[in-house]
């Protein structure tokens, strides 16, 4: 099923996807269809039901019948599901990152990449099941004890972003299962055949029906059902600040446990001391994997005025070295999402430059041979006079890199911190004392100090300010997929 689902959406033909729902696929109530297209050809290569509140309803109602019966399973009986689930992603590697690159665009190596980490996402928190623990607390009452124990939410609603549909799934999905709730999967319309091909992988290893739902449509109708419903407990969602204030509002009603991960504006701060080598290493990848298209992306740089020159220099010459083309022949860069969002790129790189930017490097659209069709966009770098240019306020999210000079460490650190966004920041300098006063002083949830962006497993990934709240990842990740209930036990 798997298979001929990539080859019909790498074919002639067009997928037809369905919504899976209390363990059966069906189109629900949807009267109509959304194409999914392939942004680096902008062919149709698929269809998925417009889904309606009623189908949202629905799904959440399968999860909700289904949820005590798997929160009744000891832990690690759960965790034996999610480990066939990723046992089966790791056997269709392959099969699975040309989905990714046929709906998203990225590099099939990036895609490789990031279905390696679907997988470590359902490994971790399948080992995570013997590691639920609870506290014990003495009382002040004689013959009596404070019990805080783990439980399950419920019902969790995952909506994810088009820039990693398989990865942000199960970075959801594996924690959320395993704490004990149901879950129900609303992808990115540009993006939904990766969570339908994890739901068929879900289907083959034996989940009980009910336990993982996928349903498709737009977010103002499906999504805002869904987080509106009475029945989902936990909203969990990867994606812009703008999308994210829509469901905190949306959520407001009922006081919805809302875990938000939204955009970012990740500062790289590049001192006089740094391996300046290695730093543009990691500004070039930091900035250009996935087409910039990462909310923990290098998005703007300041640099130490005793090495911007060198610096910049280097910047250029190494980009002018990355590869644009076709995903599948591994390029350095594919293309982006849409036509709407390589305007944007292309709109925030004009206003910066009509403010008084320089562009050392002025890439843009591209539209021509191989290239005819397709959102590509080629490598830009700025050299910015301030911090107000919009390229430096505005979330660029394609493959741009604005750039000042700065004329120490704590104006590099003072400017970082002017931003609304708190998630990623980078430092590059061989001073320890540097490093620790980073820690103290910038305002983001990660800081990569002396290597490029890449977050593990067994972190923890939040953010900041405008940049989201709660967190996926490691223990506290993990946390946050339980609810604490005290009991408080007299035997006397």
Known sequence: MLENMLSELTGAGRFRGQMFIGGRWT???ATGTFEVENPATEAIIGTIPEGTADDAAESLEAARQAQPAWAALPPFERARLIFALADAVKANDGTLARIVVAEQGKPLNQAMGEIGATETFLRFAAESARRIEGDIFPSDAPDEEVWIRRVPHGVVVGLTAWNFPAALATRKLGPALVAGNTFVLKAHEFTPFSGIALAMLAERVGFPPGVFNVVTGAGRTVGEALVTSPHSDLITMTGSTRAGKEIYRAGADRIKVLRLELGGKAPFI?????????????????RFSNCGQICTCNERMYLH???????????????????????LDDPDLGPKISRQERDKVEAIVAETVAAGAEALLRGGPLQHGD???????????????????PAMRQEIFGPVIPAMTVSDFQEALTLANDSDYGLSAYVYSQNLRRLMRSAAALNFGEIYCNRTS??????????WG??????????????????????YVNWS
């Open 305 to 327: 005025e005793k090495i911007a020159d060198e610096f910049l220099d280097k910047l250029v010459a190494r980009t002018q070295r990355l590869r644009i083309g076709n995903p």
């Open 270 to 286: 590049v001192m006089e001391d740094a391996d300046i080598d290695a730093a543009v290493e990691s500004a070039v990848a930091a």
């Open 466 to 487: 405008q940049s989201g709240l709660g967190g996926e990842d490691g223990k506290y990740g993990l946390d946050g997929y339980f609810r604490k209930k005290t009991m």
């Open 454 to 463: 890449g977050e593990l497993v067994q972190g923890f990934h939040t953010g």
């Open 371 to 389: 290239l005819a069709r397709g959102h590509w966009y080629s490598p830009t770098i700025l050299r910015v006079r301030d911090n107000t240019a």
């Open 27 to 29: 189109t629900g109530s």
